[in-house]
């Protein structure tokens, strides 16, 4: 499945050049949709799965534009010089590019991990008609937690036993240190942005309609997303959680076979065509 | 000797690590590191199981590569864990 004619392309995120590959659909008119990619080695895990996703997007009538945040990627700037904030404005600036490079009328935002934290964050100031979130990261803080665990397994899997401890990083940051995280230098700024992102107290998503993605060892939404569904759903109607059982990929080396979760996403996103008649 | 924490333990890491083997072919003395291959981001998802799954905390000096070495290690693990709660 090889989409029509995909190709490079440089927009401007604030002062920044951003790097992004648009698949535009040959139908004039018809819907965008930008996809966020998470963040750190995440990015690096994901990266076959949301190509795959973005032809498929293509394939099924949506025109489509990966980017790299600024300071990611081929994207111009230095990583620990940014924050949440900015790459939310990158989303903003990539609907509009879309917009204007896609002729797109309507554009839609998709995300995995913190790339859908974000997507949800600046979804209303994007001014997106719906939103795709994959294993959305919900609590920034569980996710700093995680992370750093992360490290200290691969600690223990080197030297036999952790080197570091979970508060003692954390302290760190909290002096105004850079840590490391995953292999990124994590500013005090990102540290901040990131412990305290919970999606349960400032994702608005104004009654968009919404998708969410559970991507677990059982198909069953987490306990936190499950809160977070039952959230957004006290204001909307138009939430759809669905499941799915796969490793995550995102933390994988190996390639995952998405189909099932890109082909589900799919049925969906159809319905978000005609949205009068759905 | 298996008891329950093991074979519960079993069916954990079968389902988590999406291995493509029944939880009773897992064998509780073998390393699951060098004869299963779990890596550090397997391990990961283990602990999660284990938080998840048993009740317990694990803590970060409880990173030690002894008690992840095999099912039998790990048994014994959270069953010292559940002891001292």
Same mark, same amino acid.
């Given at each position: 499945?090889?989409p029509?004619?995909?190709?490079?392309?440089?927009f401007a995120g604030?002062v920044?050049?951003l790097h992004?590959?648009?698949?535009?659909?040959q139908?004039k008119g018809?819907p965008g949709?930008?996809?966020c990619?998470?963040?750190?080695?995440?990015?690096?895990?994901?990266h076959?799965?949301?190509?795959?996703?973005?032809r498929?997007?293509?394939?099924a009538g949506?025109s489509v534009?990966r980017f790299?945040?600024r300071?990611?990627?081929n994207s111009?700037?230095t990583?620990?010089?940014f924050?949440?904030?900015?790459?939310a404005?990158?989303?903003?600036?990539?609907?509009?590019?879309l917009a204007?490079?896609?002729?797109?009328?309507?554009?839609?935002?998709?995300?995995?991990r913190?790339? !859908?934290?974000?997507?949800?964050?600046?979804?209303?100031?994007?001014?997106?008609?719906?939103?795709?979130?994959?294993?959305?990261v919900i609590?920034?803080?569980?996710?700093?937690?995680?992370?750093?665990?992360k490290?200290?397994m691969k600690?223990?899997?080197?030297y036999?036993?952790?080197q570091d401890s979970?508060?003692?990083?954390?302290?760190?940051?909290?002096?105004g240190?850079?840590?490391?995280?995953?292999?990124?230098?994590?500013?005090?700024?990102l540290y901040?942005?990131l412990?305290?992102?919970d999606?349960?107290?400032t !994702?608005?998503h104004a009654?968009?309609p919404?998708l969410l993605?559970?991507v677990t060892?059982?198909?069953?939404?987490?306990?936190?997303?499950?809160?977070?569904?039952?959230?957004?759903?006290?204001?909307?109607d138009?939430?759809?959680v669905?499941?799915?059982?796969?490793?995550?990929?995102?933390?994988l080396v190996?390639?995952?076979?998405?189909?099932?979760?890109?082909?589900?996403?799919?049925?969906w996103?159809q319905k978000q065509?005609?949205?009068?008649t759905? | 000797m298996t008891?329950?924490?093991e074979?519960r333990?079993?069916?954990?890491?079968?389902?988590?690590l999406?291995? %493509?083997?029944?939880?009773e072919e897992?064998?509780s003395d073998k390393?699951?590191v060098?004869d299963?291959?779990v890596?550090?981001?397997s391990?990961?998802e283990?602990v999660?199981?284990?938080?998840?799954?048993?009740?317990?905390?694990?803590?970060?000096?409880?990173?030690?590569?002894q008690?992840?070495?095999?099912v039998?290690?790990?048994?014994?693990?959270? %069953?010292?864990? %559940?002891?001292?709660?």
């Amino acid at each position: 499945m090889a989409p029509t004619d995909e190709h490079q392309v440089l927009f401007a995120g604030g002062v920044y050049e951003l790097h992004g590959m648009l698949y535009p659909h040959q139908e004039k008119g018809a819907p965008g949709i930008v996809i966020c990619h998470p963040l750190f080695e995440e990015r690096k895990s994901a990266h076959r799965a949301l190509v795959e996703a973005a032809r498929a997007f293509c394939s099924a009538g949506f025109s489509v534009l990966r980017f790299d945040y600024r300071g990611c990627g081929n994207s111009h700037g230095t990583f620990r010089d940014f924050g949440l904030d900015d790459w939310a404005k990158d989303i903003r600036a990539a609907a509009g590019f879309l917009a204007t490079q896609g002729g797109c009328p309507r554009i839609g935002l998709m995300g995995l991990r913190l790339g !859908a934290s974000l997507a949800f964050s600046a979804a209303s100031s994007a001014g997106a008609t719906f939103v795709v979130g994959w294993e959305p990261v919900i609590d920034g803080t569980s996710y700093f937690q995680q992370e750093l665990r992360k490290k200290l397994m691969k600690q223990m899997m080197t030297y036999g036993e952790n080197q570091d401890s979970r508060a003692a990083l954390a302290d760190a940051a909290d002096r105004g240190e850079d840590i490391d995280f995953d292999g990124y230098a994590l500013s005090p700024r990102l540290y901040r942005e990131l412990t305290a992102l919970d999606l349960r107290k400032t !994702a608005h998503h104004a009654g968009l309609p919404v998708l969410l993605s559970a991507v677990t060892h059982n198909a069953k939404p987490s306990a936190i997303l499950a809160e977070w569904t039952d959230l957004l759903r006290e204001s909307s109607d138009n939430v759809d959680v669905h499941g799915f059982r796969l490793p995550p990929f995102w933390n994988l080396v190996g390639l995952t076979d998405c189909s099932e979760l890109i082909a589900e996403t799919i049925t969906w996103l159809q319905k978000q065509k005609n949205p009068s008649t759905s | 000797m298996t008891d329950d924490t093991e074979s519960r333990l079993k069916a954990m890491i079968v389902e988590r690590l999406f291995m %493509r083997i029944q939880p009773e072919e897992l064998e509780s003395d073998k390393s699951l590191v060098e004869d299963y291959d779990v890596d550090s981001v397997s391990l990961l998802e283990l602990v999660v199981g284990l938080e998840e799954e048993f009740g317990i905390v694990v803590a970060d000096d409880d990173f030690s590569v002894q008690h992840f070495e095999s099912v039998a290690r790990l048994a014994a693990f959270v %069953r010292s864990k %559940r002891n001292s709660a």
